[in-house]
């Protein structure tokens, strides 16, 4: 019998084949790495750099003790130098030559680093660059509070060519002046009419609300004025600059804000050109700027 020769085909499959989803990983691995990129780009730009140097500086090392832990070589904080490995810390520890130790700034060892960011947010947070712009928003604020409630209340509306409010280097001042046949006090007198305290109670709303000290001055015009225990227009000013301070007081106004009082006279007209004007007679309010902690709310006054 004849053997029969085993004929084995082997049969290729045209197309081709299934090459699995490992691409759409190492794809989406990429385009996350990409956004986390152009993401990192933007809060680079979008921090100053005053506050990126300081975020910096509490990831630096600040332990002044070598490794416990009995790594050596790289384990304990050396890379490779021209000489060899291991010759050449990552970075020198901290002695009299850090500038931080030599101000007492030295950070506590036992603060987390997540600590020790929330605490650089937060000094930058209160850098004096923020602080001038808290306190300007207060200003403006509180100026457009004054004027919409004078405007508001029909009692106080008549006075309101009587406020003056200014933002000046020395910070925030409300003026309250003269008018023809609408004055403050009586002619020679430091007893205030009804309509200038309630004015002064709306003042001192916003005094409250706000964090800065205050100086109170009084002015007088240039008219002449003694009697006979020679009683001038220094006193004059004086006197009402202290019966302002008085209405403040007990408007709730805390005695420790009122930093200075003083009687101008007639020495700072604010109508130079005519010194004997109505509207030289007045009492003047500043809040100074940079006297307080500028964290207190928005001034919101009663209508």
């Keep these: 019998m004849v053997n029969q020769p085993i004929i084995i085909k082997k049969i290729k499959k045209s197309g081709h084949g299934h090459h699995g989803g490992a691409w759409k990983v190492a794809y989406a691995d990429f385009v996350t790495a990409m956004m986390a990129f152009f993401l990192l780009l933007w809060l680079l730009n979008a921090v100053s750099q005053?506050?990126?140097?300081?975020?910096?500086?509490?990831?630096?090392?600040?332990?002044?003790?070598?490794?416990?832990?009995?790594?050596?070589?790289?384990?304990a904080g050396k890379t490779v130098a021209k000489k060899g490995v291991f010759e050449v810390d990552v970075s020198p520890p901290a002695s009299s030559t850090d500038p931080d130790a030599e101000n007492g700034n030295d950070q506590d060892p036992e603060l987390t680093v997540s600590d020790q960011v929330l605490s650089s947010l937060s000094t930058q947070t209160?850098?004096?660059?923020?602080?001038?712009?808290?306190?300007?928003?207060?200003?403006?604020?509180?100026?457009?509070?004054?004027?919409?409630?004078?405007?508001a209340v029909p009692e106080l509306r008549a006075?309101?060519?009587?406020?003056?409010?200014?933002?000046?280097?020395?910070?925030?001042?409300?003026?309250?002046?003269?008018q023809d046949g609408l004055p403050m006090f009586p002619r020679g007198n430091a007893n205030?009419?009804?309509?200038?305290?309630?004015?002064?109670?709306?003042?001192?709303?916003?005094?409250?609300?706000?964090?800065?000290?205050?100086?109170?001055?009084?002015?007088?015009?240039?008219?002449?004025?003694?009697?006979?225990?020679?009683?001038?227009?220094?006193?004059?000013?004086?006197?009402?600059?202290?019966?302002?301070?008085?209405?403040?007081?007990?408007?709730?106004?805390?005695?420790?804000?009122?930093?200075?009082?003083?009687?101008?006279?007639?020495?700072d007209p604010l109508l130079p050109h005519d010194p004997e004007a109505p509207g030289n007679r007045r009492l003047s309010l500043v809040l100074l700027r940079g006297t307080g902690v500028t964290t207190a709310p928005s001034v919101k006054l009663d209508q």
């Design 50 to 75: 005053e506050q990126l140097e300081g975020i910096s500086d509490y990831f630096s090392p600040i332990s002044t003790t070598k490794s416990t832990t009995g790594g050596g070589g790289l384990l």
């Design 126 to 151: 209160d850098s004096p660059e923020v602080k001038q712009r808290r306190e300007e928003e207060q200003f403006r604020q509180a100026e457009k509070d004054l004027r919409s409630t004078v405007e």
């Design 159 to 178: 006075l309101s060519k009587s406020l003056l409010i200014d933002n000046t280097p020395q910070g925030l001042r409300v003026q309250i002046i003269d």
């Design 192 to 267: 205030m009419h009804e309509h200038t305290r309630k004015m002064l109670e709306m003042v001192a709303k916003v005094i409250i609300e706000l964090p800065q000290n205050v100086v109170l001055a009084g002015h007088t015009d240039a008219t002449k004025f003694q009697d006979s225990a020679g009683y001038t227009n220094w006193e004059l000013s004086a006197d009402r600059a202290n019966a302002a301070r008085r209405a403040l007081l007990g408007f709730g106004v805390p005695e420790n804000r009122v930093s200075r009082v003083v009687g101008r006279a007639a020495t």
